[in-house]
C-alpha cells in the first residue's frame, strides 16, 4: 500500500523568504506524485504533478518540486513567499500500475505568511 | 469549462437523518470520484465512476452510504442514518480518464450532524 508522510502540520516563514514543505512517500513502486493547495472553504487546486522524465517539476504561482528515488520525497518549494500563499497544502501519490488513479493524500501542511 | 460543480455547499442535519449531495463534473470527463476530509485531515478516497460504472468502494464507504451516477453525468452521494462521525468535507473531482491526468476538484459539500 502507498503512504504518504508531510513533515510539519504548520510552517511559518516570512514574506520574502524560502519555502520549504516536506513530502516523504512510501510505495513499492514509483508512484506518480502530486501537490495540492487548498484555500479556506474550497476545494484542491494542482500546483504540480511529477510522473516520469524530468524530475525537478515547476507549477503554477512560482513553485517546483524535485522528485529524489533514493530519498523518496518529493518536497514542494518557492524561492520567495507571497501573502497570497497563505493555504493548506497536500502532497499525493497514486500508483501508476492501476488505471483508477486513486489519490493517496497526506495529512496536509498548513503554511502561514508572516509579513 | 465551468469547472467541477457540487450542491449544497453545507448541510447541516439531526442524526438519524438521510442526506444526498450532488456533483456535476466537467463535461465529457468520463471519471468521477468521491473524497471525504475530516478536521485537520487530507482527503481520503470513497469510491470512483468510470462512466456509470461504479469501479472501486473503499473499506470507509459503510452499507449507510451509497453512490450513483446514472447516465454517466453527474454523481450522488447519499448516506442514510446519518451519525456524528459522518460530520466532514465530502469532495468530489473528475477527469478525462487518461493516464497522468489530473483530477479537477469541486468546492466540497461540509456535512455537520447534529
Known amino acids: 500500500a502507498q503512504s504518504v508522510t508531510q513533515l510539519g502540520s504548520h510552517v511559518s516563514v516570512s514574506e520574502g523568504a524560502l519555502v520549504l514543505l516536506r513530502c516523504n512517500y512510501s510505495?513499492?513502486?514509483?508512484?506518480?506524485l502530486f501537490w495540492y493547495v487548498q484555500y479556506p472553504n474550497q476545494g484542491l487546486q494542482l500546483l504540480l504533478k511529477y510522473t516520469t522524465g524530468a524530475t525537478l517539476v515547476k507549477g503554477i504561482n512560482g513553485f517546483e518540486a524535485e522528485f529524489k528515488k533514493s530519498e523518496t520525497s518529493f518536497h514542494l518549494t518557492k524561492p520567495s513567499a507571497h501573502m497570497s500563499d497563505a493555504a493548506e497544502y497536500f502532497c499525493?501519490?497514486?500508483?501508476?500500475?492501476?488505471?483508477?488513479?486513486?489519490?493517496?493524500f497526506g495529512t496536509g501542511t498548513r503554511l502561514t505568511i508572516i509579513p | 469549462d465551468t469547472g467541477v460543480s457540487q450542491d449544497p455547499r453545507h448541510k447541516i442535519t439531526k442524526r438519524g437523518q438521510n442526506v444526498t449531495f450532488r456533483c456535476d463534473p466537467i463535461s465529457e470527463h468520463n471519471r468521477l470520484y468521491w473524497y471525504r476530509q475530516t478536521l485537520g485531515q487530507g482527503p481520503e478516497f470513497l469510491t470512483y465512476f468510470q462512466n456509470e460504472a461504479q469501479l472501486e468502494k473503499s473499506r470507509l464507504l459503510s452499507d449507510r452510504f451509497s453512490a450513483e451516477r446514472p447516465k454517466g453525468s453527474f454523481s450522488t452521494l447519499e448516506i442514510q442514518r446519518t451519525e456524528q462521525g459522518d460530520s466532514a468535507m465530502y469532495l468530489c473531482a473528475s477527469s478525462p480518464g487518461q493516464v497522468r491526468n489530473e483530477q479537477f476538484f469541486g468546492p466540497g459539500t461540509r456535512l455537520t450532524v447534529l
Open positions: 510505495s513499492s513502486v514509483p508512484p506518480y
Open positions: 499525493a501519490v497514486t500508483d501508476p500500475r492501476f488505471g483508477n488513479e486513486k489519490l493517496t
